[in-house]
């Protein structure tokens, strides 16, 4: 969960400073104005011309500013370093999970030693069995005026009790590519990283399914995305009863047995799941057992027998809940694996990805289908985030996909843009798909990933 409460009056002077900039054309120095990106009215074809003088080299260098800008060090009240790349340093000082892992793989392209102490500062943060909270604070516990709104048991906690997308031994595993300057590093953490992923397993796959269990729409990283509407109704992410949400979770110190005994929401997450195969598979990759080579395989197999719809060409969360699925880029996440069944992996392209009715907009991708009625391409008051806006986190998981099944022409069209959007509004925490006007955040960490696309 990413707890992201503004006033009205700050809400209102962010909107009038963005009025501002779009009427008198004003950027910061460093970012480089970019032309129009344009869009075939049909979607993605091959001769689609990639238009976007923004060069990579701006932009990882413009990122690299960024990157440290939130760099935050330290050591805690027991003496403990820590090492870490705030989402903002000023509305998010704390290490979030899965921004962690993609500042780490956007540290990778610039610098990898950051890489290298974001992610063991990650890893440090595991408890004994090996679990690893959403959301760690080092330097001090959180405030008082937000330990309703976290998944906290008690206010002196120093770690939520709920899991994000556990990307950690994938981004772990990329970094390690990166690090020829450090080749130990590739293998110091497997110890920790199995006993982390053992948790996981053992913890959200009880029954050994395969598919990870969450209880929390925010574990996933998608917080209010309009799939989980229908799901969670009044205690959707963003609305009054998601309060009671987390209450009656904390009640049962969010744990899945309890929460799933008395009928709560539990969700067999498709992100997530992606996220856990990609990782398990990283982590036998670099010497962790073919434990988790089976492991992998098995999330894989059960994302298609259980999360695929042949009927609308995507995947949906499990359990299904008998009302019609929305279409959300998580429906789309499959396509990252390099597993995936060719004619799927086409179906996620052709008739969704790469069409400009749904997803291939001027700024790719937005973060719902331009179809779906809740699709939002701004996010206003209240702030319910992940119902429309491009999220360069998600575009560059797509990419990797795209050059995964031969795609690569569409690869880089996506790069272009995602280099053109940061070049145009710079590392916003998320953008417009049709005007790229950039919104929320100003210094976002994990939009710096367009630094890593290649």
């Not at 906690?157 to 970094?175: N, Q, S």
Request: with cysteine; glycine share 8%; aromatic share 10%.
């Amino acid at each position: 969960m990413r707890e992201r409460e503004r006033s009205d009056g700050q809400a209102a002077e962010a909107d009038r400073h963005e009025r501002v900039e779009r009427r008198e054309g004003e950027r910061e120095p460093h970012r480089a104005r970019s032309r129009d990106v344009p869009a075939s009215p049909l979607g993605y074809s091959g001769s689609m011309r990639t238009a976007a003088p923004t060069r990579p080299d701006p932009v990882v260098r413009d990122a690299s500013r960024v990157l440290d800008g939130n760099w935050c060090t330290g050591r805690t009240s027991a003496g403990r370093p820590f090492a870490f790349t705030a989402p903002d340093i000023r509305k998010f000082p704390a290490q979030f999970y899965w921004d962690s892992c993609f500042h780490a793989i956007a540290w990778a392209a610039v610098d990898p030693r950051r890489a290298r102490a974001e992610l063991r500062t990650l890893l440090a943060a595991a408890e004994p069995d090996g679990f690893i909270g959403h959301t760690i604070f080092w330097d001090a516990p959180v405030r008082l005026s937000r330990r309703a709104f976290y998944n906290l048991v008690s206010g002196r906690d120093r770690m939520t009790r709920t899991i994000h997308p556990p990307l950690l031994a994938f981004a772990w595993e990329i970094v390690a590519d990166a690090s020829a300057d450090d080749p130990g590093f590739r293998g110091e953490g497997l110890e920790r990283l199995a006993a982390h992923y053992d948790w996981l397993h053992s913890h959200r796959d009880p029954g050994a399914t395969g598919l990870l269990a969450l209880i929390q729409p925010d574990e996933s990283g998608l917080d209010a995305s309009p799939k989980f509407d229908a799901r969670l109704r009044w205690q959707a992410h963003g609305l009054p009863g998601f309060v009671a949400l987390v209450r009656r979770n904390r009640r049962d110190r969010f744990r899945l047995d309890r929460i799933r005994a008395r009928g709560g929401f539990v969700v067999h997450e498709v992100l997530t799941n992606v996220a856990y195969a990609l990782s398990t598979a990283a982590l036998a990759r670099m010497g962790g057992g073919a434990r988790y080579a089976g492991r992998a395989t098995q999330t894989e197999r059960a994302l298609l027998a259980h999360c695929w719809d042949e009927r609308t060409g995507l995947f949906a969360d499990g359990p299904r809940s008998g009302r019609r699925e929305v279409s959300t880029w998580a429906a789309l996440a499959p396509l990252a694996l390099p597993g995936l069944p060719a004619p799927i992996a086409a179906r996620l392209a052709d008739e969704h990805l790469l069409d400009r009715r749904r997803y291939w907009r001027r700024f790719p991708v937005p973060s719902t289908s331009v179809e779906e009625p809740s699709y939002r391409p701004r996010t206003g008051f209240p702030y319910r985030y992940w119902r429309g806006p491009t999220w360069i986190a998600s575009s560059w998981l797509l990419h990797r996909g795209l050059r995964l099944h031969g795609r690569p022409d569409a690869a880089e069209e996506l790069a272009a843009r995602v280099r053109a959007l940061v070049g145009q509004s710079g590392f916003r925490e998320y953008y417009g798909p049709d005007s790229g006007i950039g919104q929320g955040a100003r210094a976002f960490g994990m939009s710096t990933l367009a630094a890593a696309l290649s």
